[in-house]
Each structure stands twice: as structure tokens, then as C-alpha cells.
């Protein structure tokens, strides 16, 4: 499964944002949840609390463990979400979407593609949405 959803995301054409096939509050929850991810990386912030423990991190081609988790983005900056899609099937889902890195000073900015790969887990308080992949790579 996340061998098909990887290749859903690389290189697809941009979709216009909102599109999704989830009830509202999962895909206003979900969207949330990838840019809260997107901002942390551009705080330079773990947050592992949006992330199962054994999260799987590909950006740019090479396996990430901490910060930045997403290709292109570096400490002084700001991220931008772009064109976003939510799809879901049972206690998985998947965004696809595009985002871009201002740098904080005179610089070039990045664009990147992204797919997030969510699993609903069990916690304390009840089943929640948290991120168990993520493949980025810049656009060129």
C-alpha cells in the first residue's frame, strides 16, 4: 500500500484545493495536521506527538529521523501549503499536496511535493489521526 500511495504523490500534477472524499471534519482535521507538520519543520520542531513512533521519513530520497522531515525546507523561513488532496480507505488515509519554503532572508525559495500517510491509532483518549509516512521531493 504505501509502495502505490509514494507514487501517487511524486511527480502528479497539482489538484486544486479543497478536493477530498472524506466527511469535512476528518479532512479539515487531516489537512491540519500536514501543515501543522509543514510549520513545525520550518520552527525546526519535532512535534512527535503528530507522528506514530515508528514513522517512516523519506524527503529527497534519503531517510530522515528529526528536522527538517520535509525536502527543501531550512531553519529561517516560512512554509506555504498549496494544492492539497485527502483521500481515505477504513483507519488509513493520504494526503497529496504542494507547499513551498520562503527563506527568512534574501534567498531562493523551494518547492516541494509531498505525500502523508495517516493512521487512525488508538490512544487514551479515544482514536485519533496520526502521520506514519511521509515521501517529499523538491519540483523543478
Do not use: K
Amino acid at each position: 500500500l504505501s509502495s502505490a500511495l509514494l507514487l501517487l504523490g511524486c511527480g502528479a500534477a497539482p489538484i486544486a484545493r479543497p478536493s477530498a472524499t472524506l466527511p469535512s471534519d476528518d479532512t479539515d482535521a487531516l489537512e491540519a495536521l500536514a501543515t501543522f507538520a509543514l510549520e513545525a519543520d520550518a520552527r525546526m520542531e519535532a512535534a512527535d506527538s503528530l507522528f506514530v513512533p515508528d514513522v517512516e521519513i523519506i524527503a529527497a530520497g534519503r531517510r530522515r529521523t528529526g528536522t527538517p522531515r520535509f525536502a527543501g525546507i531550512a531553519a529561517g523561513g516560512q512554509v506555504a501549503l498549496g494544492s492539497i488532496r485527502v483521500d481515505q480507505a477504513g483507519n488509513f488515509a493520504w494526503a497529496s499536496f504542494d507547499y513551498r519554503w520562503l527563506p527568512g532572508e534574501q534567498g531562493q525559495f523551494h518547492e516541494g511535493r509531498a505525500t502523508v500517510v495517516f493512521s487512525r491509532v488508538a490512544t487514551a483518549t479515544g482514536r485519533v489521526w496520526r502521520i506514519s509516512h511521509i515521501h517529499s521531493s523538491l519540483q523543478q
